[in-house]
């Protein structure tokens, strides 16, 4: 843990915004239905960018996982580690 800092990733609004900005880019709702589909590596369009999009949500996540995320049980853990060594 960084400076013994407890950080809870559920009050930072840009946290929020960028997870929903992510996943509206993994719905294809902004295609046209009747627009022509290309394919690119064997996949449809709108089926492609919902791949990268899943990609992106995931690497973002664990993102957050890793920088963001450092709650009050790992501190009790470390402790709790502590006392049954001693």
């Known amino acids: ?3 013994g800092q407890v950080k809870e990733p559920i009050h930072k609004k840009w946290i929020w915004i960028v997870l929903a900005l992510i996943t509206l880019g993994i719905v294809p709702w902004y295609f046209p239905a009747a627009a022509t589909e290309p394919y690119i ?3 449809p369009l709108w089926a492609f960018i919902s791949t990268i999009f899943s990609i992106i949500l995931c690497g973002y996540l664990s993102w957050l996982c890793v920088n ?3 709650i009050v049980e790992d501190q009790e853990e470390a402790d709790k580690a502590k006392g049954d060594k001693g």
């Open 68 to 70: 963001e995320w450092n």
């Open 1 to 3: 843990m960084k400076n």
């Open 41 to 43: 590596l064997g996949f």
